[in-house]
């Protein structure tokens, strides 16, 4: 099954609404700065919070998500499940595995299934890209983006951009990082380029012309012709997984070559600035992609990525729940059933 990203969006479409006024989220591109800034500045009060106060608050305590992970994943269902709760919402989470999508059900006709049992949100991971989209065409519920096959995952670049304003200082400006690696099959990379791009960040891509999506100058990155040279001097690198489950054979001789001539390794960090940084979206093949010592080394912010999830997530939630960020979660009264999204407005 593949759902079509290149057709044209209907009206009112856009990364973060939908005809129906619904807020999705389904992807970086096209995601006005003002709104992508919104969100890093919602997920800051929500760590500063974090900090000092752990206690759940009750802000979508009206409102039920689900979780729908149709491909295996760790670091964005965890995030998503203890964001829903931190925020009160009622929260159910469903892999495809023990659903009756085995049964001959359709994704639709699932999706439907949870919108009918009350979901306010849902939250999407599938393989085919442009699952979410099509998807939120379908239903009422607000959707979510988890990952969609090669083509984005939003919440993962949202994280990345948030740990690298952090890194940064704030500052975007005259920023260049690194994009090295399995750029094809990587839906990260694109929410990465994407959202970066948007707020002025250069992006450099490196990887094996096998692993390059076919039209990649179409994402306005430059492309170096080696690691190295994408590395050298720049503000931060990010080490992409090698995505064997998406690949076909033979797209690559070997994965000891790959690593020796693709491989984000010590003396390769060392071409960098000196206070550059080191982002791996995870799941990390150590020693293929990343040496295990600077996977763990003092440049690494892998964890840093992670702990910002659940604070992005939070974000994200209450702007899919209609909740005007820069006000405050507190001062927005649900508009739709029992305790559910301000409809019409994006
Ligand atoms: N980065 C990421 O999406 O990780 P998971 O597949 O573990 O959710």
Redesign the pocket.
Known sequence: MHYDTDAPAPPGAGPFSSRSGTRHLLGLEGLPRETLLAILDDAERDLARLSTDRSPTDELRLLTVVIA?F?????????FQIAAKRLGATVSTFSSHGLSLSKGETLRDTLRIFEANGADVIVV?HASPGAAAYLAEQIDSAVVN??DGMHE?PT?GLLDILTLRQVWGGRFDGRRIAIVGDVAHS??ARSAIFGLATLGVTVTLAGPATLMPAEVERLGCALARSVDEAMEGADAVMAL?IQRERMEAGLLPSLSEYTRVWGVDAARVRRMKPDAVVLH???VNRGVELAPDVADGERSVILD??AN?VAVRCAVLRRCAGYPLAEGPGTSSPGRRAGGLTRGAA
Do not use: F, I, L, N
């Open positions: 992970m491909e295996d994943s760790t670091r964005t269902r965890v995030s991971r988890a990952g995952h993962q839906r990260v997984r979206p995870g799941p990525q992670v999830g």
